[in-house]
């Protein structure tokens, strides 16, 4: 029997006035952003911690911790490839992935396909494994008074089809 691994994945950022606001390699209009040394963007990081504990293999902050001066203004998208890539090397691929972003303050709505697009390119999958939600957490919590933002991920990997293995 073919092995599947299931991986979660949660992160949560503060949003300060004048900072960019990316989620999903997305460039949102927002009058706040995210205050972190990369562009913050939740979901892209909740699916590296997704992708990571799937494979049993750390978190986030355990391939690029907040003192490695490579992550300064690093385009968090660029952890979900690099992640990815590690993932295949091990004989997996992503076979589906479900997301929310929650901020109550601005429409994400709009922007979703294009996350979507983001995430799917930067997994190696098609767009129809990836799904992205947007919440509003109905005002409540920091979330939903706009004074952060968070993302949570499931995913599904499967082995990769026509790996030497057999699978």
Do not use: Q
């Not at 599947?4 to 949003?15: A, E, K, P, S």
């Not at 706040?32 to 979901?43: M, W």
């Not at 952890?79 to 997996?92: E, I, K, L, N, Q």
């Amino acid at each position: 029997m073919d092995e599947l691994r299931t991986g979660i994945g949660w992160d949560i950022h503060r949003l300060v006035a004048g900072h960019r606001l990316v989620l999903g390699g997305v460039e949102v209009p927002a009058p706040a952003g995210f205050d972190t040394h990369s562009d913050g963007d939740v979901l892209s990081h909740a699916v590296v911690d997704a992708l990571a504990g799937a494979m049993a293999d750390g978190d986030l902050g355990v391939h690029y911790p907040e003192d490695d001066p490579e992550a300064d203004e690093a385009r968090s998208l660029d952890f979900v490839v690099a992640f990815a890539a590690r993932v295949r090397d091990r004989g997996f691929e992503v076979g589906s992935l479900d997301s929310f972003v929650v901020l109550g303050t601005v429409r994400l709505r709009p922007h979703v396909d294009a996350m979507r697009a983001n995430l799917a390119d930067a997994l190696g999958v098609p767009l129809d494994r990836v799904s992205v939600k947007a919440r509003s957490a109905d005002g409540l919590g920091p979330e939903g008074r706009g004074e952060a933002a968070s993302a949570s991920v499931s995913l599904l990997l499967r082995p990769l089809v026509g790996r030497p293995d057999g699978g």
